[in-house]
Every structure is written in structure tokens, then in C-alpha cells.
């Protein structure tokens, strides 16, 4: 599967499916997950799990979604986040090449998406999303991690890595999403909820999937907007989204320059959603940083191209000489 092309990679995941089954998957997942084809995403869906996580505003904790690793290793591990109102099934493709390279490897949902049982519709803003991230990290990993942050994901890791570095021993960005600044006025809640229905919709997923990868087949990219929707289907998605919107979101550009970690930047060179010189801007305002770009490959690199990007990483941790520019 190296050399495979985007849509041969795509087609082999959608054709190659076994028939749906209920009992695949974990029972609180949407039901919808039956109709998914993509195999990657029917196995990984198949591991996710829930386990739980203390937050200081509740009296009883959050059973929380998240893989976890069937390799564990003496080293730090690999931690691995999402983008925007996503899931862990986005890293259907290079979970299973970073567990093949014997990386102890977890996929944590981040607070308000992804499917942790979120009933008790707990405040999902940026310092609630930090502090569940650190909660899980304590009760769960507890070793300095590797985390890795793919668009907005990667202001999640910079804001969590400036806050709380001793949980944090490197980073890896990926399409970095960290120059947008969160809203600082307020919306009127019932703008906020227009908005988030919208991000619902099928034909608006469809679009910005379309637009995330070239040449992308038809069937391929509606199966890959239904993964990218599942977990809009939660009954608590729409109040833990306005939660967020109406938070303000993240404002991480004056951290930039606090992060000591040594940091991987990884960047398509093909990215429409955000353009890669800000790639450029970020590995020259990163104190202890390299970047490596992808030829030919969009904003989600991680997806695109799975081996480039379990590559990049494995070259990272395993490199002893001291980080070079490029």
C-alpha cells in the first residue's frame, strides 16, 4: 500500500468492507456506523472505547472516547488528537502503520466531539478541553507524551504543551491551524446554534471533504463525509458545539514562542484550507522546531498519505542528532 494512489488507497478501503454487523461495534456508538464502507474505519471504530475522566465541575466523571494501544512500550507514547468537530476516525490510516512500527499509540477524542458520553452537557471551552485532556493524561498515560496535533488540533497541543509541559516531552503539528484568533464577541446563542447546525449538514461536509483532497471519488468522498459526520449524530453534539462557539475558541498565537518541546511540523504542500506558508512562519517562530512538507497532498495529510506521514513520525522520534532547519 506504499505506493498507492489516493483514490487506488480509497477504493481498496471501500471495496474490501466486510457486511455490516451490529455487534462490530461499541454499542454507543450512532447507529449510522453500520453504513460506513471504508474498512479502516469500520476496524478502528470497532477499538474505540470509553473510560473515564474526572473534571473539577462534576460530581461524577465523563466516560471519555479514546483507542488505546496494543503495543506498550518503555517510551514515552505517541498520543495522537483531531481537527475541528472531528473524531479519532481520522486517523484510520496511520494509527495501524504507527502500531506496525511498534509505537505505543492512543487516539484521544477531544472534549464536545468525538463520542464520549457527554449526557451531562459539561462546558466544552478551551480551558474545560485542557483540563479534560490533562485529566485523561493523569489517570491514563501518565508518562510525558508525544502529542500530536493535526489543524486546529495543533492549537490544542500548543495550548496544552504551554500549560501543562511536564506532561508533554515533544510535539508534532500537523497543517497547523493556530493564526485563526477564537471570536471575542458574543454571539447571540441562537446564532451560534444556526451556525452549528449548518456544520451538521450533509451537503456542507460533503464540500469541505471534497475540498480537502484531490481527486477524490464520489462514492469515496460520501462514505468519508458520513465518517466525518458520525459524531454529529450524538444527541449532545449541538449543545457541546455552541458551548465551544460561544466560548470564543482558541487564541494561541502569542504561545507560539513559549513551547520549549522539540516540535515536527508536517505540512501538505497542496493545502487549500490553510496555505503553507504559514507553515513556514510557524517553524520560524518555534523556538526548537524542523518542518517536512508532502508533495501533492491536501490539508490532511494523515488521511492523504498515511506512509508519508507514519514515516515523518517514526524518523522524528528516533532521531538522536540534534534538530537541523531546513
Known sequence: MLSMSLAA????????????SATEFPSFLPKQVENVKDSFARKLASRIQR?????????????????????????????LLHG???SCLEWRYTFPLLEDANLETWVVDILGWGFSDLESRPACSVISKREHLYQFWKSHIKRPMILVGPSLGAAIAIDFAVNYPEAVDKLILIDASVYAEGSRSK??????YAGAYILKSVLLRFYATNLSFNGLPFDTCLDWTRIGRLHCLLPWWLDTTVDFILSGGYSVRELIKQVKQETLIIWGEDDNIIDNKLGIRLHCELPNAKIRQIPKCGHIP?????????KLIEEFLKAQSPVLSV
Open 187 to 192: 454571539l447571540p446563542k441562537a446564532v451560534a
Open 302 to 310: 494523515h488521511v492523504e498519505k498515511p506512509n508519508d506521514v507514519a
Open 51 to 79: 473510560l473515564p475522566v474526572e473534571l473539577s465541575s462534576l460530581n461524577r466523571p465523563i466516560m471519555s472516547s479514546c483507542v488505546k494501544p496494543m503495543v506498550h512500550e518503555k517510551t514515552n507514547p505517541l498520543v
Open 84 to 86: 475541528f468537530d472531528s
Open 9 to 20: 488507497r480509497a477504493a481498496v478501503a471501500t471495496h474490501s468492507s466486510i457486511a455490516p
